[in-house]
């Protein structure tokens, strides 16, 4: 099983004479939230992580120098809005407003985790949109298209009035836990919310059956599980969500599991957001034989334990990149 198609990928070194000119144009500029994941990328584009000066005054204010020029050039601003979410969005914003100054031809924040992205509709009164307004951001600070990776909801694409490509990370954790050989797997959703995300999984993971834990919650970051509507006894239970950030939910649907009867628990996410006390929960011995995430974000040293699996979603967003830059199909990469 392939990541993703790269059939209609055209390699620099075999390109047009035109397309090598283009090639030239092409330009990554990374932030400080993951810079690692921008080398990841410049690596598999062969393109490196051009030279930008960040720094702070004394009162805080960023300043921001691009240090190349970048007149007429593709430019693409690597910078998952992680925490602190609000320095890297801003520090992402800075960049914008420094390469539409310096007359880029076209410039793409290329942003893995999008933050603020669960702010995405009123449930209460007087409450704020933050989704939408972290888009009108972007967009009034010059960017001209966006790529994300595994919005909370997909709705947040329509919040941008301008291109928006939205990519997937569950080829990258379908391709590792095939190579597991894992046997009577069942994928599991932790809540109703996430049943669509599941049963698209759980197709790419030779359309396996489906199980839902339905529950309740109480508050922000405060979950409730109550049962399980499927078949999960003997089984390896894959709970996939989009994120794991304190880790209540898909720790109490991994119990809920393991007295259902499940023989093994694996939990998946594309984004490790691990706020506290994220890692002392899913780290519980006899709880999760594995937790597989991605890259999207930073991980740090301090967040690491023993059933901890990081995979790389950098030749992903490469590709994606270079699709973009030579105006292919991005969508095509997933069929």
């Known amino acids: 099983m392939t990541t993703f198609s790269t059939a209609e990928r055209v390699e620099p070194g075999e390109a047009q004479p035109n397309t090598m000119q283009d090639t030239r144009r092409l330009r990554l500029f990374s932030g400080n939230s993951n810079p690692e994941l921008a080398r990841e990328i410049g690596a598999y584009l062969g393109v490196p992580d051009g030279p930008r000066v960040i720094k702070r005054f004394a009162d805080g204010e960023l300043y921001i ?33 420094a390469c539409r100054r310096a007359s880029a031809r076209q410039i793409t924040a290329v942003v893995p985790y999008y933050g603020y992205a669960r702010a995405d509709r009123k449930t209460a009164g007087r409450e704020s949109i933050t989704a939408k307004l972290v ?42 836990l095939s190579s597991r050989n894992l046997e009577q797997v069942v994928v599991v959703s932790p809540d109703v919310g996430g049943v669509a995300r ?44 989009d994120m794991i950030d304190t880790g209540g939910t898909i720790c109490q649907g991994a ?74 199909s991005v969508s095509s990469m997933f069929r």
């Not at 967003?317 to 973009?324: F, N, S, T, V």
Request: glycine share 6%.
């Open 65 to 97: 120098q691009i240090q190349e020029s970048i007149r007429g050039c593709d430019v693409f601003l690597i910078q998952p809005t992680c925490a602190p979410v609000n320095d890297h969005l801003m520090e992402l914003l800075i960049m914008v407003d």
């Open 135 to 176: 888009a009108n951001l972007l967009v009034k600070s010059g960017v001209d298209r966006v790529l994300a990776m595994d919005l909370h909801s997909s709705q947040i694409q329509g919040y941008f009035d301008i291109p928006c490509d939205h990519i997937y990370g569950s080829p990258v954790l379908v391709d590792y």
């Open 255 to 328: 119990k809920l599991l393991r007295q259902r009867g499940a023989a093994r628990v694996l939990a998946c996410a594309t984004h490790a957001v691990f706020s506290p006390p994220a890692v002392e929960r899913l780290s519980e011995p006899g709880l999760f034989e594995e937790v597989v995430v991605t890259n999207s974000i930073p991980m740090l040293q301090e967040r690491c334990f023993p059933q901890l699996r990081v995979l790389s979603v950098a030749n992903m967003l490469g590709e994606a990149i270079w699709r973009i830059h030579q105006e292919s």
């Open 198 to 241: 599941a049963r698209a999984f759980a197709k790419q993971m030779h359309d396996a059956p489906l199980a839902i834990i339905d529950k309740r919650r109480s508050g922000h970051n405060v979950a409730e599980s109550l049962t399980v509507i499927g078949d999960v006894t003997g089984k390896t239970a894959i709970l996939i969500d």
